[in-house]
Antibody, heavy 123, light 106 residues
């Protein structure tokens, strides 16, 4: 079965750190770009970070740049998000998402989502 | 790129046709995707590249538009269509989403 399963969320105080993990199964992980998307309680979706299939290209949203680091392990089919200097407004459910692509026009879409892992930043 | 959806919420009856509009603050060609998020669930891809139906998505969903204005239509609304719908641009690397449209099915 094709799936993404996140882990590593939890409670942390402002200024603290967390490392999220995402285990992929049922598809050729190394062939896909991956991304993290978050959703604050009762709010909309916010794209957080993108990493290409070979890790050669990485992007971050301005709101997390310099604090979050995305990485991947293609051998173990895993995606990671290291989150440092956490703030109250980082509180959200974090989704691991597979990126699909229309090769002909380099158009990306998010075609497989995990169930998410909750992160709460509070003193 | 700012993505703006309208309306923010709507209520419709089973069998109705509904439309949700998404506007981009600048030209995004057809680099526009739509997602559905049912209550308590993760989002799900409905339509990519403006008008391409994702595998397994019912044909009552359709998308149109280009440039800066896009529309998601649902023809023959079903009870399971309730939820929140998000548009997203992937024209540039900051893959921004619209704020969402909450759909209630009466």
């Amino acid at each position: 079965e094709v799936s993404l399963v996140e882990s590593g969320g939890g409670f942390v105080k402002p200024g603290g750190s967390l490392r999220l993990s995402c285990a992929a199964s049922g598809f050729t992980f190394r062939h896909h770009h991956m991304t993290w998307v978050r959703q604050a309680p009762g709010k909309g979706l916010e794209w957080v970070s993108h990493i290409s299939s070979s890790s050669s290209t990485i992007y971050y949203a301005d709101s997390v740049k310099g604090r979050f680091t995305v990485s991947r392990d293609n051998v173990n089919k895993s995606l990671y998000l290291q989150m440092n200097s956490l703030r109250d407004d980082d509180t959200a459910r974090y989704y691991c998402v597979r990126v699909g692509e229309m090769d002909t026009i380099n158009l990306y879409f998010f075609d497989l989502w995990g169930q998410g892992t909750p992160v709460t930043v509070s003193s | 790129i700012q993505m703006t959806q309208s309306p923010s919420s709507l209520s419709a009856s089973v069998g109705d046709t509904v439309s949700i509009t998404c506007r981009a603050s600048q030209f995004i060609s057809n680099y526009l995707n739509w997602y559905q998020q049912r209550p308590g669930q993760a989002p799900k891809l409905l339509i990519y590249a403006t008008s391409n139906l994702q595998s397994g998505v019912p044909s009552r969903f359709s998308g149109s538009g280009s440039g800066t204005a896009f529309t998601l239509s649902i023809t023959g609304l079903q009870p399971e269509d309730l939820g929140t719908y998000f548009c997203q641009q992937t024209y540039n690397a900051l893959y921004s989403f619209g704020q969402g449209t909450k759909l209630e099915v009466k």
